[in-house]
């Protein structure tokens, strides 16, 4: 594959960029400001026609291939601004496996930024063994009633909708009994209280208590006990970094680290420097097969893996050469800590490339 942009790539990063030049920085704030202004910084990105370029302009977006995506992602890592707002699950999720009726209500909301979601998967005693998840939704009449308890759920404060996965049939063996559905967060019987991360954010996700909650049966995704089906095309994109974005990103805090540097820590540099300019070669090759429409499965857990290695390697260098002095070098390590337990723990993707890829009887 030639990497060089065409004219009209090369066209749309110029745009791209003197418009980041000149806004990139009002949003580039850290901690609990930079998530307050996320659903701006959506907006406006899709507003200039830099967001949803790849999806359908029936739904909004722009329908050109996905290289356009990756000069977005480029382009964003190098102006330092905050990345692509990652709602790539919803779309997919429920544009596989949501109805018409679902998919022109909520597909365009999603992308345009103007309504805002979270995903209700997690709960207290089912994380990595989602499929044992309590939660119930329960016919009644035109409506589900649900009853149960999430944690971990990003966004979970601002959010208008909740992706939620809810056992419909009590009788039904683990993940055949579950179901997913579009729930409105602002209603009598959902309560949202948040979590404090260890970087000091606040507001960045939650605990959400159903209780009583109501949700129109035709809202449910797909049929009753397609719950897993949903969750499973759902996380297989929360896996891939199917594009570049995350590279650049750790290449970009490489550079700032070598440029910052003492000469002490030369080690965890280097190592850095060399896992993230490996997974940019890696990612590279995954664009290369997604644009000849190759689509991948378990193989998203082996990308999640290495993306988690790449991003742990740099917030240890960024610790080494930071300390816990500088905020932003500090957050960057502990924020890269999350990055083997969200989506999946690092555990969980090597029973998979051990059971799916490798076919070792795990
Ligand atoms: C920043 C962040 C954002 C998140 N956002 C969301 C969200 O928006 N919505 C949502 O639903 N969830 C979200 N999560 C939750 C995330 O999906 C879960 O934390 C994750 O799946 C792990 O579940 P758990 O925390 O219950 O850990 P557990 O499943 O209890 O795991 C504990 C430890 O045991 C290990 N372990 C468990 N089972 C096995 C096994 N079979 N083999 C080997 N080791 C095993 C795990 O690897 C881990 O080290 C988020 C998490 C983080 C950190």
Redesign the pocket.
Known sequence: MDFRDSPQEAAFRERLRSWLSLHAKEFSSSGDEYWTRQAEWHRALYREGFFGLSWPREYGGQALPAVYDVVVDEELARAGAPPRPSVGYLVYGIGRHGSDALRRRFLPGIIDGTERW?????EPGA???LASLTTTATREGDNYVVQGH?I???YSDVADWCLLLARTDPAARRHRGLSAFVIAMKQPGVQQRPLRMMNGVSNE?GQVFFDGATVPADRMVGSPGDGWAVAMTVVGHEREPSTLGYAARYNKLVRTLLARHDGSVTEELAWAAIQAEMLTHHVRRRLSEQLDGVSHGPEGSLDKLLMTWVEQSVGHAALAVGGTHDPDLFSAYLYSR?QS?????S??QK?IIASRILGLGV
């Open positions: 979270c995903q209700g998967f997690s994380g990595s063994d999430k971990w759920t990003s996700f999350a337990v969200m989506g999946g723990t555990q969980i029973n």
